[in-house]
């Protein structure tokens, strides 16, 4: 499991191979220690081994599971979910899984395609706000999904096909565009129009792309228009998720 997380893939890895031979990446030590609690009830013979790192770090945390040092471990399975979102380069990302994977095995991921989210300025009619400045927050949250130094954005599901492709793999890619609600709260409209460095979060914020071409009066009219629209209110958003299956 390359993203273990809460280990919702993991503990499915171990109900199919009850013989054990599982292994779990948590890309946290919090989550790496969450997972070795709950695993601690299961006989040592089944217990999934955490590991805490990201996948570049697999082939030094995988050492010292193999039988010598001269060994390299091979996969039947490789799963994951958002394991190659945030991945600087997914190419040799995919070239390592291939080189971890066994003969007859298969690597099989879903991710989350961020540059295919919802648009905010979709969920809002902007006419109030006059052509221009309508103009430029649509053109400045589409700013925010073409920026080509940004590894979370500058992917597609055609991306991922070619990096594994080019690891000599068979590989096969399916999108899902879904509908799901969400409630637009004022935690959720703080955290779009609150600036990033303020909130202690790595990313820009929302408010902190509009300012690319908006001027603070124009952002806190921006800023109104979605409270007053938004506010408790359902809406729908869209995502695509991108299934990945190679051998």
Do not use: C
């Not at 130094?149 to 991922?160: A, H, I, S």
């Amino acid at each position: 499991d390359l993203n273990a997380a809460s280990g919702l893939l993991t503990w499915e890895a171990l109900r199919r191979a009850p013989e054990g031979g599982v292994v779990s990446l948590a890309r946290s030590p919090q989550d790496a220690d969450a997972l070795r609690q709950q695993a601690e009830r299961l006989p040592d013979i089944e217990r999934p081994r955490i590991l805490n790192g990201d996948i570049n770090d697999l082939p030094d945390l995988l050492a010292p599971l193999a039988a010598r040092p001269s060994d390299s471990l091979l996969f039947d399975a490789i799963v994951g979910r958002n394991a190659l979102t945030r991945h600087a380069d997914k190419p040799a990302a995919a070239a390592l899984l291939a080189s971890m994977l066994a003969a007859s095995g298969a690597i099989s991921l879903a991710e989350t395609v961020p540059s295919r989210t919802q648009r905010l300025y979709k969920l809002v009619d902007l006419t109030p706000l006059g052509a221009d400045l309508a103009r430029r927050v649509e053109e400045s949250e589409e700013g925010i999904y073409s920026r080509p130094e940004d590894p979370m954005v500058n992917w597609d599901e055609d991306d991922l096909r070619a990096a594994f492709a080019a690891a000599e793999l068979d590989v096969a890619v399916e999108s899902q565009r879904e509908e799901s609600e969400v409630l637009v709260t004022a935690e959720v409209l703080a955290r779009w129009f609150t600036p990033g460095a303020a909130s202690g979060r790595a990313r820009p914020s929302y408010a902190d792309h509009l300012r690319a071409l908006l001027n603070e009066e124009e952002l806190t009219q921006v800023g109104d228009l979605f409270r007053k629209a938004l506010l408790n209110r359902p809406v729908p958003w869209k995502t695509t998720t991108a299934f990945i299956t190679a051998h």
